[in-house]
């Protein structure tokens, strides 16, 4: 969690390869309604939804984006359609029972810590709060018998950058070639890559 971050890949943007063979047609039609129909709120209340943004904005900070990457839509999205990766961890309840469980966790943690909420702390606190969850330090009292590590590792940090990752600001920032299908990839080698994917010098053609 960090608020700098020098992208390896200046330049690069995944989108010029949209009339290539890098992608098709449902993988076009697919990523157009990603970036034009961002979901309105459906399923947390404006409170959950507020304190979802103000975590996501520490776990992938933007500071240097004028349009961040839209992650707690795309998060509502799947809560209320009830869609989920098909993983069920021991110990973590459904889905939407479980989000909403580590949302008023967070804040119960907030609250006792700082005497606010989540979103009211200073990054830094913020940054402490996420980290004394992650190491397995955060206080079962307020997690309602659910494991806080599994839930925030396995549940939502793979969430929110599994969101992140699907969008091709993010995809461009790590230099991500494109789809592997229908073009595929030929050069697999170490040290081999093939001529579509971003320049191996970090140098835009």
């Not at 076009?28 to 947390?44: I, N, T, Y």
């Not at 240097?64 to 799947?78: H, K």
């Amino acid at each position: 969690m960090t608020d700098h971050f020098d992208p390896p890949y200046p330049g690069y943007d995944i989108l010029r390869k949209w009339n290539t063979p890098s992608y098709n047609q449902i993988t076009r039609e697919v990523l157009a309604e990603r970036l034009a129909a961002v979901p309105q709120r459906r399923f947390l209340d404006e409170e959950e939804w507020r304190l979802l943004q103000a975590i996501c904005d520490r776990l992938v900070p933007q500071p240097d984006r004028t349009e961040p990457v839209p992650i707690t839509p795309f998060v509502d999205a799947a809560l209320a359609e009830n869609r989920s990766n098909g993983t069920r961890f021991a110990g973590i309840p459904a889905m939407r029972e479980a989000w909403r469980k580590g949302l008023a966790a967070i804040r119960a943690e907030a609250t006792a810590l700082h005497g606010t909420d989540f979103g009211n702390l200073d990054p830094h606190l913020q940054d402490a709060l996420l980290y004394r969850i992650n190491d397995g330090n955060a206080d079962p009292a307020h997690w309602s018998g659910m494991p806080s590590q599994r839930f925030f590792r396995s549940v939502m940090l793979k969430e929110v950058l599994a969101i992140y990752y699907a969008h091709p600001a993010a995809q461009s920032e790590i230099g991500f070639g494109g789809p592997a299908a229908p073009r595929g990839y030929v050069r697999l080698a170490a040290d081999r890559m093939d001529p579509w994917e971003a320049p191996a010098d970090r140098r835009t053609r």
